[in-house]
């Protein structure tokens, strides 16, 4: 257990971030790991209270509460806290298979509910992982482990986002034979082109990719299976595949004025930076926010991502268009702890918007109803009425470019109706459950967010934990039926 009363002596402090001004003109991660006093002084804060609610990983009210990949918390906070950081280390490895990624990009649903929190600020989970990882990496710890023996088990393994990656560690440590098939030219998913390189750096998901390599683990980008391969010479050449295909079908507007030029999804946007960043690719002009009034649908983070991409290619302007109403200072009556508190807060990309332009760019409540655009066919504003309230006058915002932010419909069905797998009167894919990860088709998984719906790296990790725990007990279970 940390120090004696550390969550009301000891001030609750996060990884400093860098200072908005300077950030913007650069892609960098734009947090800055703790010092290592601060960080066991954080530590110290942890009670060991008993019940660590902030392991739990469950949904309530609809919302993440606790580490959905148990992370053992108590028990790491309390290693850093007396120096032993490799013993921590090996903790934080049990449970979490990317620590790299989760410690700068998790939401830390684990604060939310953790127990100090309900009386006073909670502990600083998510900096002291970052410091453990940080730590580990820099000692050398982190090390390829091939397993010391193989199965004559092949599985295939398609989509290389944190579900995939997660899902081929796991087989590959037990010693099946393990390719990850990946349609885009670079593995890692939405970690690689979809994140923006402010919250998580490109060489960050490279490192780990290349350990899993050192590891045995196949990776096969530029192959979009269901083309390149079919689904035949999948199930012909493997014993079992995994759906980890993401949720890439995104939800749009269809109003008038919605096809004129300079109106995007967000993913696309996102998408061609992160090439433009890594391969110098031109931008479209579509896809660049130099000089221009910029407004993001959607209330959302990946609307914030797009409203920080915005300000570092230069915009002249950026406003995001929410839905809802602004969050609540303090947690209301109808969200009490340990659910996921649902309050107000000024994330990286609005503390830069409000540094550069003097307002923070969220506007609440409102409801997209035309484009209007030049003579040259280009959107020019955008008209817009009220979620709250009927009565409440149209408004005209000027736009050179809108960013189309409002959420995923789920995976793409090509690949799911490829592998036979059946759907429900209404049309739609009938999901593995969450306790076999196997779909209605023989030797055939799913997880991540392909099978959940859009969600966050750390449950795909976590999905991607179960399947491969689900996809070895089958292989097993088809073993014995062979032998008996
Ligand atoms: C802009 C944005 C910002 C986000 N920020 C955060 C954040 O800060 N924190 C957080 O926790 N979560 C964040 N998320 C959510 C998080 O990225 C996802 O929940 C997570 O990446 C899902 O992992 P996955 O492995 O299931 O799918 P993905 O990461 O989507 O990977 C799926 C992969 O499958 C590949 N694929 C699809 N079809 C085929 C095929 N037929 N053949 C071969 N390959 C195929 C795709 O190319 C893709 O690479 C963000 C999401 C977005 C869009
Ligand atoms: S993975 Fe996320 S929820 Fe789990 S301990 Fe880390 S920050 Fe918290």
Not at 71 to 92: F, H, K, T
Not at 100 to 109: N, Q, R, V, Y
Not at 434 to 454: K, L, N, P
Request: with cysteine.
């Amino acid at each position: 257990m940390g120090q004696l009363m550390g969550f009301l002596n000891i001030e609750k402090k996060n990884q400093k971030e860098r200072d908005p001004r300077k950030r913007i003109g650069d892609w960098n991660e734009y947090r800055e790991a703790m010092p290592e006093k601060e960080v066991r002084e954080q530590a110290a804060r942890c009670m060991d209270c008993g019940t660590p609610y902030c392991q739990i990983g469950t949904v309530l009210n609809k919302g993440t509460s606790g580490c959905p990949i148990h992370n053992l918390i108590p028990e790491w906070n309390d290693l850093v806290y007396r120096g032993l950081w490799r013993e921590a280390y090996d903790r934080l490895a049990k449970t979490n298979n990317f620590p790299e990624f989760t410690s700068k990009a998790c939401p830390a649903p684990c604060e939310g509910s953790c127990t100090a929190g309900f009386v006073s600020d909670p502990v600083s989970i998510k900096s002291i992982e970052r410091s453990i990882i940080d730590r580990a990496f820099a000692e050398g710890w982190v090390v390829p482990k091939p397993p010391l023996r193989r199965t004559d088990k092949k599985i295939a393994v398609i989509g290389s986002g944190p579900a995939g990656m997660a899902c081929a560690d796991q087989l590959n440590k037990i010693g099946h034979n393990v390719t990850v098939f990946e349609r885009s030219d670079r593995a890692g998913g939405l970690l690689m082109y979809g994140i923006p390189s402010m919250k998580i750096e490109k060489d960050v998901v490279d490192r780990r990719v290349h350990l899993l390599e050192a590891e045995g683990v196949v990776f096969k980008t530029g192959v979009d299976i269901g083309k390149d391969i079919t689904e035949e010479e999948i199930r012909k050449d493997f014993d079992a595949v995994v759906l980890c295909t993401g949720a890439g079908k995104h939800r749009d507007v269809s109003i008038e004025g919605r096809d004129l030029e300079g109106i995007s999804p967000a993913m696309e946007y996102l998408t061609a930076s992160n090439r433009h960043l890594l391969y110098g690719e031109p931008l479209k002009p579509d896809f660049d926010a130099k000089g221009k009034r910029v407004i993001v649908i959607g209330g959302g983070d990946t609307g914030e991502d797009c409203v920080a991409t915005a300000i570092r290619q230069g915009c002249k302007s950026v406003v995001q268009f929410g839905k809802h109403g602004r969050l609540p200072e303090n947690r209301s009556e109808s969200n009490p702890w340990p659910e996921n508190p649902h309050v107000f807060s000024v994330d990286y990309a609005y503390e830069e918007a409000e540094e550069l332009f003097g307002t923070d760019p969220r506007e609440y409540y409102v409801e997209t109803k035309k484009f209007t655009g030049d003579a040259s066919g280009h959107v020019r504003s955008l008209l817009t009425g009220s979620f709250k309230s009927e009565a409440e006058e149209e408004k005209k915002w000027d736009a050179d470019l809108v960013l189309i932010a409002i959420g995923f419909q789920g995976a793409e069905d090509r690949l799911f109706e490829d592998f036979g797998i059946e759907k429900d009167p209404s049309g739609r894919v009938i999901q593995a459950d969450d306790r076999s990860y196997q779909t209605s088709s023989e030797g055939v998984f799913a997880a991540g967010d392909a099978r959940r719906g859009a969600t966050l790296i750390v449950w795909a990790i976590e999905e991607g934990r179960k399947a491969a725990a689900a996809v070895d007990l089958y292989l097993d279970r088809k073993l014995s039926l062979l032998q008996n």
